[in-house]
């Protein structure tokens, strides 16, 4: 079974600075998607960035872009000049592609993001 | 607009009651999932459902159960098998092909009385 590992409880920065969240996953798999979800107090899921495992090249929308290692099985996200409405926690997830699957979400304990004025 | 809508908001169960929580989509997604957060944690899978009148347990399916008979609803219900039911409910729903990324509803908080 796959796991996903957010280590950093809790986080802040600085108003317009950038941080960086990290995330480790563990699977057998070679094919799978990663995604960066974001539940700010309303507490809504809110889908941040994709990424395709069989992609090189890192995903970007806007501020939010990922740094991800498939053979580390790592996956950070980014957020540049950080902004007020970006303060929720972050959730890391996985989806596998195996057509065996369930095609469920496998996520991370999260990290608690605030951001300072 | 398009959406998935949960309802109710906030629900409160007496002991030993069964109730149901509203999951409706208009965004013509053929599979939709039930998740269960609990503080401090991430979303554990309840149930799913690829597609009309054929469901799967995720899990944490214990105490639950669901029905697909449109493919626009996908309704939740909290037995009275659920020993610890205090939680967020979220539902979501995606296609069924390509990433098959899920879009979340606002969710409900059920508490017991």
Not at chain 1, 112 to 117: A, D, E, H, I, R
Not at chain 2, 1 to 24: A, H, M, W
Not at chain 2, 51 to 77: C, H, M, W
Request: glycine fraction near 6%; charge should be neutral; proline fraction near 4%.
């Amino acid at each position: 079974a796959q796991t996903v590992t957010q280590s950093q409880p809790e986080m802040s920065v600085q108003e317009a600075e950038t941080v960086t969240l990290s995330c480790t996953y563990d699977t057998s798999e070679s094919d799978y998607y990663l995604f960066w979800y974001k539940q700010p107090p309303s507490r809504q899921m809110i889908l941040v960035i994709r990424q395709e495992a069989y992609k090189q090249q890192n995903a970007t929308e806007n501020r939010f872009s990922v740094n991800f290692q498939k053979a580390a099985k790592s996956f950070s996200l980014k957020i540049s000049d950080s902004q007020l409405g970006d303060a929720a926690m972050y959730f890391c997830a996985y989806r596998s592609v195996s057509s065996g699957s369930a095609r469920q979400l496998t996520f991370g304990s999260g990290t608690q993001l605030t951001v300072l004025p | 607009d398009g959406g998935i809508t949960q309802s109710p908001k906030y629900l409160f169960r007496k002991e030993g009651q069964n109730v149901t929580l509203s999951c409706e989509q208009n965004l013509n997604h053929d599979a939709m999932y039930w998740y269960r957060q609990d503080p401090g944690q991430g979303l554990r899978l309840i149930y799913y459902s690829q597609i009309v009148n054929d469901f799967q347990k995720g899990d944490i399916a214990e105490g639950y159960s669901v029905s697909r008979e449109k493919k626009e609803s996908f309704p939740l219900t909290v037995t009275s098998a659920q020993k610890n039911p205090t939680a967020f409910y979220l539902c979501a729903s995606s296609l069924r092909r390509g990433p098959e990324t899920q879009y979340f509803g606002p969710g409900t908080r059920l508490l017991v009385l």
